[in-house]
């Protein structure tokens, strides 16, 4: 496929992105000598560079693409609705396509989740919860209760509020002090379970929920607002719930008065074969938390889903939830979210993932002959493969390795393999796969020969 790039404007973009581009999460130096990728296009599951060369999205952009790239009817939407509304704030006012997509998303949440309050992205949505528990528990008379648990590794976000839910303390330390009341439990690694319960998946979970319980009692329930927790947990490399997990830490929270926030913000939409990864596994939470998939990315769009019980007291006499962002639900986004959704119908993509999410497992569990894949976890279309130095013995990376191994070989080698995947090491180290919900196993094939390929390389440079 040709670029729209010459070598002039190539040299330019990346002369200017080197100079005025601050890139997320990113080691400007490692571009010093380098190019920076620059994304022009993207058509399905792939997206081209600058210089037409093709990627597999095995990512879907940062876990959002569900229904992939170029669908014009989406874009379409959003120009219409930018025609129509450009803008209106939802403070006081409302407009259709938030009244619309609203009643769709409550239509389409488990149990009695059928108030939305949106915002601009997962962190928002992330911090929109916590100062809802913190609220409603002082409207109802609770004022005390304010801590929010969550897992090891997990991450929420990155405004201060969702950081200090966040529990990874790599990207905590530089901003601390942090607002207080973050409280860590253990994650559901059973990769990596306490001796105790290693040969029994079950007992785990149960031991991991209840890590939750004594945690609430250790801080004293009366002072507990919320639980934190993604239906399967993304950071450390794709953690599903265990067996009976859910409905464990469903009982804790309604025992000690706790609300049980699903943070789905990956896990929505289809991630998991499901509108809602809390639908997969069967429980019930207070708040839903979403972004990412609910626009495919054709426009930023996030939000809570809240039950009717939280939404009770604030629906009477002067009671306002005190909080709101500038573009939440904004006209075009939710034109958009309505357009991704209706894709999600057209071509019954959560039918798609039902149907393969087994072979995309049984073909990625075929790297598990190569020496450095120790497990390969996941469910849907969301999977995290764990790279150790002696499978047998599961011993992990040290720092330097890890850094080598990553930072220095995988991530290049992977993306110039033309794959676009996660090396991560937050936890252990994992590449993690979440791909657009339209691949089938053509576009498994692929990952699992660019997979098979360089990680033999990096096992022969180790
Ligand atoms: C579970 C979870 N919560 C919150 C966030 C933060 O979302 P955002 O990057 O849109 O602020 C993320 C981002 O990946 C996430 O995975």
């Not at 002090?177 to 860590?184: I, Q």
């Not at 059973?190 to 149960?206: L, Q, S």
């Not at 950071?235 to 067996?243: I, T």
């Not at 796969?433 to 997979?451: A, G, K, N, R, V």
């Amino acid at each position: 496929m040709s670029t729209p790039y010459g070598p002039d404007e190539i040299a330019a973009l990346q002369e200017k992105a080197k100079r005025h581009l601050w890139l997320h999460f990113t080691r400007m130096s490692s571009y010093a000598d380098a190019d920076v990728p620059v994304i022009v296009r993207g058509e399905g599951a792939y997206v081209y560079d600058q210089h037409g060369k093709r990627y597999l999205d095995g990512l879907a952009g940062l876990f959002v693409s569900q229904i992939g790239h170029g669908r014009t009817e989406v874009a379409e939407a959003g120009a219409r609705q930018a025609s129509q509304l450009a803008y209106f704030p939802l403070w006081s006012y409302a407009h259709p396509q938030a009244v619309a997509l609203a009643d769709r998303l409550a239509g389409l949440a488990p149990g009695d989740l059928n108030r939305v309050f949106f915002t601009t992205s997962g962190s928002e949505a992330v911090e929109a919860a916590w100062k809802l528990a913190k609220q409603y528990f002082r409207t109802i008379g609770e004022p005390s209760r304010y801590k929010v648990l969550s897992r090891s590794i997990a991450y929420h976000g990155t405004s201060m509020g969702a950081l200090a839910i966040t529990g990874l303390p790599g990207i905590k330390e530089p901003f601390e002090p942090l607002p207080p009341g973050g409280v860590r439990v253990p994650n559901t690694n059973f990769y990596r379970a306490p001796e105790f319960v290693a040969n029994d998946i079950t007992a785990f979970g149960a031991w991991a929920a209840g890590e939750i319980e004594q945690a609430i009692l250790r801080e004293g329930p009366e002072s507990v607002a919320a639980v934190f927790l993604e239906p399967l947990q993304n950071s450390g490399g794709c953690f599903p719930p265990p067996p009976g997990y859910f409905a464990l830490v469903r009982e804790i929270c309604d025992r000690y008065g706790v609300l049980l926030v699903s943070d789905e913000v990956i896990c929505a939409f289809g991630r998991l074969g499901h509108y809602f990864g809390s639908d997969r596994y069967g429980y019930q939470p207070d708040i839903i938390t979403f972004a990412k998939g609910v626009t495919s990315g054709y426009s930023p769009l996030g939000g809570m889903l809240v039950s009717d019980r939280l939404m009770e007291p604030f629906a009477g006499g002067t009671a306002t939830f005190l909080h709101g962002v500038t573009f939440a639900g904004h006209p075009v986004s939710c034109a958009v979210a309505m357009a991704n959704l209706d894709v999600f119908e057209k071509e019954d993509l959560l039918g798609n993932v039902r149907a393969n999410e087994g072979t995309f497992r049984s073909t990625l569990e075929k790297l598990s002959d190569l020496p450095i894949v120790g497990d390969v976890r996941g469910d849907g279309y969301f999977y995290g493969i764990e790279l150790v130095k002696d499978k047998a013995t599961r011993l992990t990376f040290d720092d330097d390795e890890s850094e080598r191994l990553l930072r220095g070989f995988l991530s290049h080698a992977l993306f110039d393999a033309g794959l676009v995947c996660r090396a991560d090491d937050r936890g252990d180290p994992v590449i993690q796969l979440s791909p657009p919900l339209i691949c089938t196993q053509q576009h498994f094939d692929e990952m699992e020969q660019i997979l098979r390929a360089v990680l033999t390389e990096a096992w022969a440079r180790i």
